[in-house]
């Protein structure tokens, strides 16, 4: 059972990797057939400032939802939910954790 769920990662983890493979082959020919002027230095500079700075906000972003719910500043939102909608949900949850595979023998 072990031995097939580690071929199964290494499976998922080839087939990512071939598809990240593809997509970069795809992205600098792609860049490369494009034909006018060279960009600038400050373009690549440019260029280089807002894809950190887009990281940047979505590491904040996704560390403060992840911070917020651990530290139950979500609670006051789930107060105006129905019994029975948090019922559901963790019915939903406790389904979720039963069909992992690690739980089944």
């Known amino acids: 059972m072990k031995t ?3 071929l199964g990662s290494v499976v998922l983890l080839a087939t990512m990797a071939a598809i990240l493979a593809v997509s970069v082959w795809f992205a600098v020919h792609g860049w490369m057939a494009v034909e ?3 960009m600038p230095v400050e373009g690549y500079v440019a260029m280089a400032a807002g894809i950190i700075f887009t990281l940047i906000v979505g590491v904040g972003l996704m560390s403060l939802v ?4 651990r530290h139950g500043y979500d609670d006051a939102a789930d ?3 129905s019994e029975g909608e948090r ?3 963790q019915d939903d949850v406790r389904s979720s954790r039963d069909t992992r595979p690690e739980n089944q023998t």
């Open 66 to 69: 992840f911070y917020s719910r």
């Open 79 to 81: 107060r105006g939910r």
């Open 36 to 38: 006018g002027p060279d």
């Open 4 to 6: 097939r769920r580690v």
């Open 87 to 89: 019922e559901i949900e």
